[in-house]
């Protein structure tokens, strides 16, 4: 069958059930595509001799009760994966390889996936065009040398390009929804304490989320389902009845009430975006919702609050890349020396600048005019968002302020690059779940994603949401496999 | 405000990584137009609100406290810079 990466995850699941195709021919399928398509530098480290061992051990003892079947699955190299090279995109995490499993992909092949590789994305997951990687830059397949976004680049990426049929990322401020709209994706950022953060490299603790990057609305609820667990060894791991996800799917949304938050409209907003947000209010109320002016007041704070909480907790995560217990080293004259030179050498640019910055802000004397002030603006945008949630169910905002843009176009402008999350940021400081969808194209024919932002454990209703909203705009990603020679 | 090379260079040791005059002139630059833009959270008057340090509504689970070795510290080790069987190896820190 040459048109299995075609195929979505359920079609895939179900076709293995019924014996229409095997694991080891789904497996060859992403393998075969996944070789050819080394220009779009998607992967790390790939595992595809393990990968076509699982599967044909999959094959002669099959159990197809498990809900992903011999299901091949690459996933962003931010997860530890026991004894299969872990790089955080990182030079200083280039040798490492974890003695144990991160939660979230042990769920996954608990439930009879099996291990690609490892993805491609920005060094600690610190940026939003998959360029602060160590291992170079990831091109976008919608076309050659557009960044896929980021920081889960190499996920989005290879998603998009049919690499693998589903991903898991993470997403901190954005970083799997920003992708997920530069490359026609869907992608969850499930509520704050939903997926265990066990064995995901940290970055920033308080705001770290993993969560599904899918073709499709219906295989990103089939992972989600998989993915979220409590988890007694994540200390903010919340013990919820857990839906599933897939099964428990409709498109009926009549009478839910959605917001539409004005300061969403932001200064310099392209009118294209502004129309495009517009059409996608249009979508909901073909769904038979109903559409409900709000404000967000504090919304332009956001991304200030995130640039000081962020880079504070990141600081402290990556103390421990010290070149002594594991990862690289440099050579220096003493202790002390060979730390400076170990963490100079190994952590690149935007790592670096991150550090720093947390290191101020929560260096003496700084402490209550950065970070405690950004902690008191982080409790008013999440009171902005409980108030909203009195009178709504769900809240429809632009996922991104512009469509994905050229490599090196916004390397040389910290700020500007950070403006890209100006949508998706606030969703991570008040803990809740959020979706992006794929929702239409703008002028340059590249796709634009819509964000459908729920209360805190209500996965269900944004899933289902997106859900109805999908069928109504029936898009297509365009993917001319520009890059397969 | 305004951060200076002076501040740069504290900074830099207190995260332990050294830079060099040419990247604190860089970092400079990139931090101050970074804080120029922090600096919007001063418009707010935020004397009486709480500050939020986690989202997660939870207390903290105990555990039983028991004894789970998986007994790698082979591999634990094998991950280490610089190869020794049974310990750790820094730089010599005691003349």
Known sequence: MSDITKQSLTELVENIKNKKISSTDVTKGFIERSEKSGELNAYITDDFSSALDKAKKFDQKPNFNLKLPGIPMAVKDLFCTKNVKTTAGSKILNNFVPTYESTVTKNIWNEGAILLGKLNCDEFAMGSSNETSFFGNVQNPIDKNLVPGGSSGGSASAVAGQLTPITIGTDTGGSIRQPASFTGTVGLKPTYGSCSRYGIVAFASSLDQAGPMAQNVKDCALLQEVISSYDPKDSTSIDFKRNEYSKELSNNIKGKKIGIPKEYRVDGMPKEIDD?????????????????????????????????????????????????????????????????????????????????????????????????????????????????????????????????????????????????????????????????????????????????????????????IAFAMEEKISFKNQINDWWIK | MSIDLKTIKHISKLSRISVDEQRAKKLAGDLNSIFDFIEKLNELKTDNVEPLTSVAETTLKLRSDEVKSENIREQIIKNSPQDNKDYFVVPKVIE
């Open chain 1, 276 to 464: 495009f947000w517009q059409k996608g209010i249009q979508y909901v109320k073909d769904c038979g919702a109903e559409t409900i002016d709000i404000s967000l007041p504090h919304t332009s704070y956001a991304l200030p609050t995130y640039y000081i909480v962020a880079p504070a907790e990141a600081s402290s995560n990556l103390a421990r890349y010290d070149g002594v217990k594991y990862g690289f080293r440099a050579r220096g004259e003493n202790l002390i020396d060979m730390y400076e030179k170990t963490r100079s050498e190994g952590f690149g640019a935007e790592v670096q600048r991150r550090i720093m910055i947390g290191t101020y802000v929560l260096s003496s004397g700084y402490y209550d005019a950065y970070y405690l002030k950004a902690q008191k603006v982080r409790k008013l945008i999440k009171n902005d968002f409980d108030e909203a949630y009195k009178k709504v169910d769900a809240i429809l905002t632009p996922s991104t302020p512009s469509s994905a843009f050229k490599i090196g176009e916004k390397t040389n402008d910290p700020v500007s690059m950070y403006l890209n999350d100006i949508f998706t940021v606030p969703v991570n400081l008040a803990g809740l779940p959020a979706i992006s969808i794929p929702a239409g194209h703008d002028s340059k024919g590249y796709p634009l994603g819509l964000q459908i932002i729920g209360k805190a454990f209500d996965e269900q209703n944004i899933l289902n």
